[in-house]
């Protein structure tokens, strides 16, 4: 985990260095700084220091939360302490309608397998897959936020402050980025579930003289969601890590994704470097925590 | 055995399947009749229609492309007409069945006592406590060593002989009056199989469970067996008692099936004798007799279908469908096929 997180942060650093991004000491001594004031500043920041101690003072910085930002001057860490709540609030949201809905969509699709309404979930399935997020959150606020006004046109309120304002505020984002992940979902749970089905437990449970219900939750589903669940756990990871780019610029949500994009916009190093670190430690936590959870789920996998 | 009612009495039974080539008739006119504690086998090979005629029995072939006919009476119940929720209540209670694959019947994410204290607890109303100290009991009972602390052993931690022991240990749990048991031995090692075989006979014993036994091999059934039923093609071509079967068999693809068992008490043949030719497609199966296109002796009259019935004399339950008369039979099947027809045990003077 370490070495993934050193190597992705070292390969962050130098294409950073490599981009045409002049110098960042112009940018920090202001409009009409004096050659003298960029020379202190390029001195005090250590740009004219080598590459790899560069690297060593940005690292060393962002493990003590010192880290400040080129173009805002701001403390990165406290930026990054702020975002995280949004996009917190936004990913587990989103996961859980998206793995619902998957579900039962999924479920019922894989029952009605052939027929017309799994025909047309399929195709709704691929309209969901085809439409991008950007398009569909410009819609829905423009047309339910903006045009409409149910729901309030961006922003985020904190959750401590005002619960339902909060859940207000995110029902947009998270339908706009569920849809995508509902497309995807329900066609896996889908499949999963119609291969689990003609698998000889299944015949054994059905002969035990269980229910329906019984047999297809408790033998079926359970089977079946194994391995969606994996990649629920990855997904999710990504999102937290600031995944949701596209939604929470769209939204104005100021979550983690939308300050990397801001900070990839104005070349901002410092930001970029946490933000890579920060979205890599959680694909990487999360990738654990599913290895952990497919333990739990799967008992095969404990001893081995 | 006769002269009991009987446990349950299939009749006419057909079932066909919807299928994009066309319909298969996997089953056709099959009746048999089962009697309390009875061992009954239904021997035939791969296709012949032996695994569907029994999972017919517990619903279990029910579904969109299935089309079921004649009946299968057990008790007062019509299995084949039955609801969802009265088979509900016959499966697993009444009728129990244990499957070919004890790697892959066994759900793998729950411990296999929890998969037999849910049956258990699917028909009777008791406690969990009651449901784990019965279900310890029947493991025990199967032969599964230290059951106190395997019914807490996912199905991954036993091997395949301990796993089919669970299976019969769950279809036991609600002591089911029929066991219905799919080649129940096919997928363990031969000594693992006289194990499970001779505890599916002792259950019997004790328990006076009726059972339907599967198998496409004489030889399995031949000890544990009361009566054997010979599928070919989706149709009965011959029944009887076991010693009916394989001393004085009817029809010629029981002398086949009987031709090539291996035997111990004969020297070894340079080959396996083997049926000439394939079971038919149950697509287009062959007119009259499905056993004409493989059969030496086959004649004129075989493009009719002959009827299921008793042609030795001196043994009235002994039916078989081939025009040949019994002494045709009898005299060609020495000649034709040469092994068979085991000598009859010699009466041993008390």
Redesign the interface.
């Given at each position: 985990m370490i070495a993934v997180l050193f190597a992705i942060s070292v390969i962050t650093f130098a294409i950073f260095n490599v981009i045409p991004n002049g110098d960042p000491a112009f940018r920090l001594a202001g409009h009409s700084a004096t050659p003298a004031t960029i020379a202190t500043i390029r001195h005090e920041w250590g740009f004219d220091k080598p590459v790899y101690v560069q690297y060593e003072k940005t690292m060393e910085k962002i493990f003590n939360g010192t880290l400040i930002s080129y173009s805002t001057q701001t403390n990165v860490d406290t930026e990054i302490r702020h975002d995280i709540w949004p996009t917190i609030s936004l990913a587990v949201g989103a996961a859980l309608l998206w793995m619902f809905f998957a579900i039962c969509l999924g479920m019922y699709s894989a029952l009605k397998a052939g027929k017309i309404s799994d025909r047309f979930l399929t195709a709704l399935a691929l309209v969901g897959i085809s439409m991008p997020v950007f398009w569909v959150g410009a819609l829905l606020s423009y047309y339910l936020g903006f045009k409409a006004g149910i729901f309030p046109n961006g922003g985020y309120t904190s959750l401590t402050s005002n619960p339902v304002q909060w859940a207000w505020h995110l029902i947009l984002p998270w339908t706009a980025l569920s849809i995508l992940f509902i497309g995807v979902y329900s066609r896996l749970v889908r499949s999963s579930i119609l291969d689990t089905i003609n698998e000889d437990f299944v015949r054994t449970a059905r002969s035990k003289g269980l229910g329906q219900r019984q047999v297809l939750l408790k033998h079926v589903l359970r089977n079946s969601l194994i391995p969606v669940i994996s990649l629920w756990g990855l997904d999710f990871g990504a999102i937290i890590g600031g995944g949701a780019i596209v939604t929470e610029s769209v939204f104005n949500l100021g979550g983690v994704g939308q300050y990397a994009a801001n900070s990839i916009q104005s070349l901002d190093v410092p930001p970029v470097m946490a933000l890579t670190i920060f979205i890599a430690f959680f694909v990487v936590l999360f990738n654990t925590i599913v290895d952990i959870m497919y333990a739990w789920l799967d008992p095969r996998i404990r001893l081995s | 055995m006769s002269s009991t009612t009987p446990l349950l009495s299939v009749k006419d039974l057909a079932v066909s399947f919807a299928t994009e080539d066309g319909i298969v008739r996997a089953v056709d006119e099959v009746s048999y009749t089962l009697a309390p504690r009875e061992i009954l086998a239904i021997v035939g090979e791969s296709g012949s229609g032996k695994s569907v005629t029994v999972m017919t029995l517990?619903g279990?072939t029910r579904g969109v492309n299935a089309r079921f006919g004649g009946s299968a009476v057990f008790g007062s119940t019509d299995l084949l007409t039955a609801s969802?929720e009265e088979l509900?209540?016959?499966?697993?209670?009444d009728i129990?069945?244990i499957?070919q694959?004890p790697m892959?019947?066994?759900?793998?994410?729950y411990k296999i006592g929890d998969q037999i204290i849910?049956?258990i607890r699917?028909?009777e109303h008791v406690s969990k406590a009651v449901a784990r100290d019965r279900t310890i009991g029947l493991l025990d009972e199967v032969g599964i060593p230290r059951a106190r602390e395997r019914v807490d052993s996912?199905p991954?931690?036993l091997s395949g002989g301990m796993r089919q022991r669970v299976?019969i240990a769950?279809a036991l749990s609600c002591n089911p009056s029929i066991l219905i048991a799919d080649e129940p031995t096919t997928a363990l090692d031969v000594t693992i199989q006289a194990q499970i075989l001779e505890r599916i006979k002792q259950l019997r014993d004790s328990t006076d469970t009726a059972v339907i036994i599967v198998t496409h091999d004489l030889g399995v059934v031949a000890d544990i067996a009361d009566r054997i039923v010979v599928m070919y093609a989706g149709r009965i071509v011959e029944q009887g008692t076991v010693d009916e079967i394989f001393y004085d068999p009817q029809h010629p693809y029981t002398w086949g099936l009987l031709g090539s068992i291996t035997r111990l008490d004969r020297e070894r043949p340079r080959r396996l004798p083997s049926i000439p030719g394939s079971p038919p497609s149950l697509l287009d199966p062959p007119k009259g007799c499905h056993f004409r296109p493989r059969c030496p002796h086959e004649f004129d009259r075989c493009q009719e279908v002959p009827p299921l019935e008793a042609h030795v004399g001196e043994a009235p339950g002994h039916l078989d469908r081939c025009w040949l008369s019994t002494e045709e039979k009898r005299s060609r099947r020495e000649v034709g096929d040469g092994q068979i027809g085991l000598a009859r045990p010699q009466e041993t003077p008390a």
């Open positions: - | 517990m279990l969802e509900q209540r016959i499966r697993g209670n129990a069945m499957f694959d892959t019947s066994l759900d793998p994410v849910e049956q699917a028909h996912y991954h931690e299976m769950m």
